[in-house]
């Protein structure tokens, strides 16, 4: 593949909440190509598994118990955060409840 | 003539102590951003641990809900951006639902019918937005609150049946125990998704879906007025449009939200942080050996000892009433008229549960046999019910302190027993061929008559006299 | 001015111990040295509270070789009330309300944080120079980067700033810089440190581990963060052993395999000429070393771009301006506080990587790569474990190459990958892998040498390293270096 359509890129930064420049575009266009180029290497290896490996570990049935634990304090909630008002964090209005 | 295809997707509030993924408390509070923890905020660094209690929860739910189950599964998530959502992904199962296809029994006008469930898989809640008008608020108490989401299958083919479908659902997930279900209260909430299509036709229809759907009644109105409308634009000619639409309860209508997005993009992928789960098979036996009757075999068992549709129904909707009436060696249709009658009014209008009363069982069966044995009448009941639910002591003690008016006055007595001989020839038939239940019979017509306030002993003496008078 | 801090951790223990010096002594070496040649180690330091800790142990009983030790933590590692940025603009103010459990367990052994490194900007980079802020020096050269991500970490133990540093490992953010800066660091076994706390790069090969000046000191600060954790739970309940129990041990008999893609000619000659010194002196000593073909390494490159940039794409979906991070200054919508946030926030090497990760997770691409590239990993992992059944350990070089110049990676998306070629696929396994030092080149950068190990045989990888240490005997000090 040469380079992704301007479209496809926009997407993509879209699904990650990134704006793209005018300038960097056309370097995603062609960068997110070459890497897909990169992976296609993976759809032509000859495997016997049609295990996944999720992650290394060997680790099964990893539970915790029903108890409550100590909470965080408001303060500490909200310590870092950006916009506080009173007992809640806000952000700009949204309606749309998905 | 076009029919419709109705879904039903439900996700639905698990009872634990703590919450799915973190140790924060999963309960109401009035307070906000009181029951959070870090891993309920998404704080950079933190990793999700994963409740016991919420699968064995869930696992009730889809045996309960005849479902295979998933005995090897992970967990995935589904990433996308929404202030509610901390970590900018839900942690979800997409491939492998720790329970799939299943079904549940549903009755419409007397007709029973299998719905399909597709599949019942474990999730976390988002936080709670409150949108005011400088902006949204974000009470993060609800964050990581266990769910699980039940799909139906599309096998829903009226409104009626989906109505049916949610209400076995919740009186299934009530029996359980594992939820509130309270759908007013959000604790349980359905999203539903139609189309229509020509009866002979193979393809479905484009399916719109419907959201904000606040209570089980509105179920079915939403569902009718969406078939209505579909069928307007459809005999119109004009295509369906594939859009997500919420119900309005002021007018009884199905609003635009928004149209669907071309795919949503929620780029699925394992949860490398949860290991694997493979389910014990104690603890499938365990639930198993444990599950409780459910509300479809108590109504058939309800049936059988001839209670009333809407006793029935009363019980199934109270699950401890029912079990309490379980519990009992009497009268089952008196103990049921009074459980659903007079003692659920009581509760009721005093604003006490049915734990909260504290009924003792042994008092209860005495009251029971005196109101078969019409030592009572129901007016006398009326009176001694709220007495008795208060002062929990035997009931014929109270009758007697109540000073439960009798009648004692020959005259008047004798003319009711006079009544009730001419009223009932053939009991006295009976009564001279030797049997002696018309005794008991016509005693139970003076009682009647005396509306349980003549005295017994005068009236049986009375009636005696009178019938062998009668012989004479 | 004071030099403890480039002798051993147990040579610095018994001088506490016999009183000879006390923790502040070795807070204040710190902070001197610090003062004098930063080399830019360090995003923020602890200072204020590293001298009320040192003042208080005076107090307390040594109870193990690690008191009062002055160690450097990588700042993707939360620290509550420390400042950890993750080098990123994005977390330039972010304090933590909470400590991550490698810190609880580094307070627990008294040890004493004098500040968080420098790293490439959320570990993602392996020169160090994604970092927001000034970028930290190779102090074998200063013109050369000290590799990354564990830039800072690398560059402050390689100074004699302190003895020990915590690094994080996601394709080579440890081992990496240590080979570049002389060092010994150890990625341990997935799991055998808890993650908790660790602000998450890639979830499924992230691991914590300790960068130090010789093979000891590394064994013995593997053992105080090592164990299980109830809040990771991918931490293993392997048993923690003492690591140090085969140090000194003869290697004689010790079967090791060479992958020959670890020794084909993309790396540097002069990197495999130092190896192949050390592959003859095992021989020499008794040890069976052989060289294998070990299938789908040449693989990891991709592999890593799906499973890496695709769970980095979500593991960095929290930093949205709402919570924590930078917000930007003016927004009207939600989604335009995202986009500006993440967009003022993240710099280009992250926005990168991220984008590359939403793509291949996007649409049909999950199915199609990721879940391919899951199966292979799997495949990957098989072959790789399978090279234990005959043999203790693999051994080859760290890296293709030296410490280089700055500004010489290009801005290309692959190429910045291919300096992991062969520290990628250790993490793709989940083994534990350890870059030695074993000499230099011409111009007397430090060349790395990898020891491979199943899983869980830390213990086994410090017994040759230590071996291979003591053997060659090197001066790996830089500020002999430096004069040379």
Known sequence: MD?????????????????????????????????????????????KTDELLIAPTNNCNKYSADEVCDMLKKADIFKNANNVSDDYIVVPRVIDND | MLIPTIGIEVHVELKSNAKVYSKAKNA?????????????????????????????????????????????????????FYPDLPKGYQITQQDTPIGYDGYLEI????????????????????????????????????????????????????????????????????????????????????????????????????????KNIGSITNV???????????????????????????????????????????????????????????????????????????????????????????????????????????????????????????????????????????????????????????????????????????????????????????ISDTDTLLKIVRDVIKNNPNSVIDYESGLDRAIKYLMGQIMKESRGQANPQMANKLLLEELSKIEK | MTDYLSKSVLEINSLLKEKKIKPIDLVNEAFMKIEQNSYNAFITLNKEEAIKEAIELENIEIDNPLFGLPIAIKDNICTKDLKTTCASHMLENFVPIYDATVIKKIKECHMIIIGKTNMDEFAMGSTGETSYFPLAKNPWNSKKVPGGSSSGSAACVSARLCSLALGSDTGGSIRQPSSFCGLVGLKPTYGRVSRYGLIAFASSLD???????????????????????????????????????????????????????YMSDVIDLEVRDKVREVMKLLQEKGCIVEMIDIPYLEYAIPLYQTIALGEASSNLARFDGIKFGHITDSYDSIDQLYKKSRSEGFGD????????????????????????????????KDAMVSVFDKYDLIIGPTNTNVAYDFNVKSDDALKSFYD?????????????????????????????????????????????????????????????????
């Open chain 3, 207 to 261: 691991q914590i581990g300790p960068i130090t000046n010789n093979v000891m000191d590394n064994a013995l600060l593997l053992k105080a963060i090592s164990g299980s954790d109830v809040n990771d739970l991918t931490s293993s309940d392997s048993e923690v052993t003492h690591f140090t129990r085969l140090i000194g041990e003869d290697v004689k008999g010790m079967k090791i395999a060479v992958p020959n893609y």
């Open chain 3, 349 to 380: 090497e992250v926005k990168r990587r991220i984008m590359i990760g939403s793509y291949v997770l996007s649409g049909d691409n999950a199915n199609i790569y990721f879940k391919k590239a899951l199966k292979v990993r799997h495949a990957i």
């Open chain 3, 420 to 484: 992991d070629l062969l520290t990628i696929p250790v993490n793709m396994a989940g083994l534990p892998g350890l870059s030695l030092p074993i000499g230099f080149n011409k111009s007397h950068l430090p060349i790395g040498m990898h020891i491979i190990g199943n899983y869980f045989k830390e213990d086994v990888i410090y017994k040759l390293a230590s071996f291979v240490e003591k053997e060659l005997d090197l001066n790996m000090d830089p500020r002999g270096g430096d004069l040379c």
């Open chain 2, 28 to 80: 109401y509070s009035n307070e906000p951003n009181t029951f959070v923890d870090v891993i309920d905020l998404g704080y950079p660094g933190v990793l999700p641990k994963l409740n016991e209690q919420v699968i064995k929860n869930a696992l009730k739910a889809c045996l309960a809900c005849h479902c295979k189950i998933n005995e090897l599964m992970h967990f995935d998530r589904k990433n996308y």
């Open chain 2, 107 to 210: 009755e419409v006008d007397g007709k029973k019918k299998k719905i399909g469930i597709e599949r019942i898989h474990i999730e976390e809640d988002t936080c709670k937005s409150i949108h005011s008008l400088t902006g949204t608020l974000l009470n993060f108490n609800r964050a990581g609150v266990p769910l699980i989401e039940i799909v139906s299958k599309p096998d829903i083919a009226s409104p009626e049946e989906a109505v049916a479908y949610v209400e076995t659902l919740r009186e299934t997930l009530l029996y359980l125990g594992i939820s509130d279900v309270k759908i007013e209260e959000g604790s349980m909430r359905c999203d539903t998704n139609i189309s229509l299509k020509e009866e002979n036709a193979k393809e479905f229809g484009t399916k719109v879906e419907i």
């Open chain 2, 220 to 406: 079915g109105l939403s569902l009718n007025y969406e078939i209505q409308r579909q069928k307007e634009l459809i005999n119109q000619g004009v295509k369906i449009i594939e859009e997500t639409r919420r119900f309005d309860d002021n007018t009884n209508t199905t609003i635009l939200m928004r149209v669907k997005e071309t795919g949503n993009d929620y780029r699925y992928f394992p949860e490398p942080d949860i290991p694997y789960v493979k389910l014990p098979n104690e603890w499938l036996d365990e639930i198993r050996k444990n599950m409780p009757k459910l509300p479809n075999e108590l109504r058939e068992e309800y049936k059988q000892l001839g209670l009333n549709y809407n006793n029935i129904k009363t019980l199934i909707a109270n699950p401890d009433i029912a079990k309490f009436l379980d519990s009992l060696s009497c009268d089952k249709v008196i103990s049921s008229n009074l459980l659903t009658g007079d003692i659920l009014a009581y509760m009721n209008k005093n604003k006490v549960s049915f734990e909260q009363l504290n009924l003792d069982s042994n008092l209860f069966v005495e009251l029971v046999s005196m109101i078969s044995n019409n030592e009572l009448s129901s007016k006398q009941v009326k009176e001694l019910l709220p007495v008795f639910l208060e002062k929990k002591e035997s009931p014929k003690k109270l009758v007697k302190e109540l000073g439960l008016v009798q």
């Open chain 1, 3 to 47: 380079k992704l359509s301007e479209k496809q890129v926009k997407h993509v930064a879209n699904l990650a909440r990134l704006d793209v420049s005018d300038e960097k575009m056309e370097h995603y266009r062609y960068q997110l190509a070459d890497i897909l180029t990169e992976i296609d290497k993976i759809l032509s290896v000859d495997i």
